[in-house]
């Protein structure tokens, strides 16, 4: 999909206004990406509708081309419709504060209870109380108990063969006695939604008055998760929603919908099974995403706001007349530093996200420091003049910058390569310059 948006961007560079086709053009693109990442068919074309709206005739930023402005209203309004950061939890008047989690079964209600407990306790200092209401899967009491005690906290059970009605009654008395300022009850789940699992949940939500009730649903499910999420919410009322699993590959098009079709906030994101793998909800990274770019806008943002117009200039003229020298890649190090940590960076890559192991991005950030090291290790003649780096001064460069020869001559024949691969692509983008009318 990226290569597909790629190719209609490409196309409308170098004009001065979006005109109502090239709208229409990318306007197709971007529903397919709706679609293909799962969003609900009539949200998709309110959705594209409203944004052709605000796309035609805009006037074009200096800063964007007119593709990124488009794709950067369609970021907008998917991070409009997602409705804006919304993690806040409720406190009830009078402690303690009861969150009900309901959900299908597998979706990672349990998961998240210990999840939800230890951000309350670690974030907001909270003495949490988990409630093992779900008394038909095997081993849910166990489950939960088995959270519990790894994060050291109570757990309330009274085993299987009470009702789970009667399990919350008595779990809120006991926290009263306990002082525990939140319960949360882990309810059972069903693969499906049915009208007994419904009618106990309402029980429970009657008897314990619950400050939250949020829904927890599995991002990979997808457009199910749209019913699911709809049916759970006329019956029940949910305070908010918990999309689960987004550490997979998901698009996660299931949190537009949901929001869309329900009008309930995502509060948080799950992504991963420890503890800690818990995140407040980012509409506008989760509009990216769905768009399959990355945060690209940002970085492109990043860019602009770091890289002095003034100094790209002037090393673009460098690299037409090849007089380019490592003072002058040094001189790009140091931007590329500006704009943040490496790893930050490349994380907002497209794809990016798929590149598992953070420990290689590190090595990165290491090896730019050699690299420094190295050029710093050069004498003015040598940096602007290559050339002459011959073996007894390679010699000297590797000892005064505590590398080996090796890296020393590795980086040389990059640089070498570096320059070659410029001049290429100058003569190319002065060749496309002349093809290209601009209006
Ligand atoms: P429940 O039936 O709704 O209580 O679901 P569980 O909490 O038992 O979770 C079902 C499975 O999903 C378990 O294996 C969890 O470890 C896993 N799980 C829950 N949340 C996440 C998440 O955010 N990411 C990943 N990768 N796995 C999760
Ligand atoms: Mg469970």
């Known amino acids: 999909l990226a290569d597909r948006l790629q ?29 293909e ?14 944004v052709s709206e605000r796309a035609v005739g805009q006037d074009v930023l200096k800063s964007l081309t007119p593709g990124q402005q488009v794709i950067k209203v369609v970021q907008e309004e998917l991070t409009a419709l997602m409705g804006g950061e919304q993690s806040k939890i409720a406190v009830a008047p009078k402690a303690p504060t009861v969150i009900m989690m309901v959900g299908l079964q597998g979706a990672g209600k349990t998961t998240t209870t210990g999840k939800l407990a230890n951000l309350l306790r670690k974030k907001y200092n909270r003495n949490p109380l988990l409630v093992a209401a779900d008394i038909y899967r095997p081993a849910a009491i166990k489950q939960l108990e088995t959270l ?29 006695e306990e002082h525990h300022d939140y319960v949360l009850i882990d309810t059972a789940g069903r693969l499906h939604v049915d009208e007994n699992l419904m009618e106990e949940l309402e029980q429970i939500k009657e008897l314990s008055n619950p400050d939250e009730i949020f829904l927890v649903v599995d991002a990979m499910t997808g457009q199910d998760a749209v019913n699911v999420a709809d049916s759970f919410n006329k019956q029940l009322g949910l305070t908010g929603v918990v999309l689960t699993k987004l550490d997979g590959d998901t698009r996660g098009g299931a949190a537009l919908s949901i929001r869309a079709v329900t009008d309930t906030p995502i509060k948080f994101v799950g992504l991963g099974e420890k503890m800690d793998a818990i995140e407040a909800f980012h509409p506008e990274r989760m509009a990216s995403r769905i768009l399959g770019m990355g945060d690209v806008l940002t970085l492109i943002e990043k860019a602009q706001a770091n890289v002095d117009a003034e100094k790209a200039k ?37 794809g990016a996200n798929k590149v598992k192991g953070l420990k290689n991005l590190q090595v990165d950030e290491k090896q730019i420091n050699h690299v420094e090291a190295i050029i710093r290790s050069m004498t003015k003649a040598e940096k602007t003049n290559p050339e002459i780096i011959n073996a007894s001064r390679r010699k000297r460069i590797a000892k005064g910058s505590g590398r080996s020869v090796q890296e020393v001559n590795r980086l040389l024949k990059q640089f070498e390569d570096m320059k070659k691969m410029m001049k290429q692509m100058t003569n190319m983008s002065k060749g496309k310059k002349k093809g290209m009318k601009l209006p």
């Open 148 to 176: 519990g005690k790894q994060l050291s906290m109570s757990v309330f059970s009274l085993g299987d063969q009470v009702s789970p009605v009667e399990i919350a009654k008595q779990a809120i008395a006991h926290a009263k």
């Open 37 to 50: 990442a799962d969003v609900n068919f009539k949200v998709v074309k309110d959705f594209v509708k409203r």
């Open 314 to 350: 002037e090393l673009e003229a460098k690299l037409r007349t090849q007089s380019f020298t490592f003072d002058d890649f040094l001189d790009q190090l140091a931007q590329v530093r500006q704009m943040g940590p490496l790893d930050e960076l490349i994380g907002m890559l497209p």
């Open 7 to 35: 190719s209609t961007l490409q196309k409308l560079k170098g004009k001065g206004k979006v005109n109502e086709a090239d709208v229409k053009e990318m306007m197709r693109e971007v529903r397919l990406a709706l679609l």
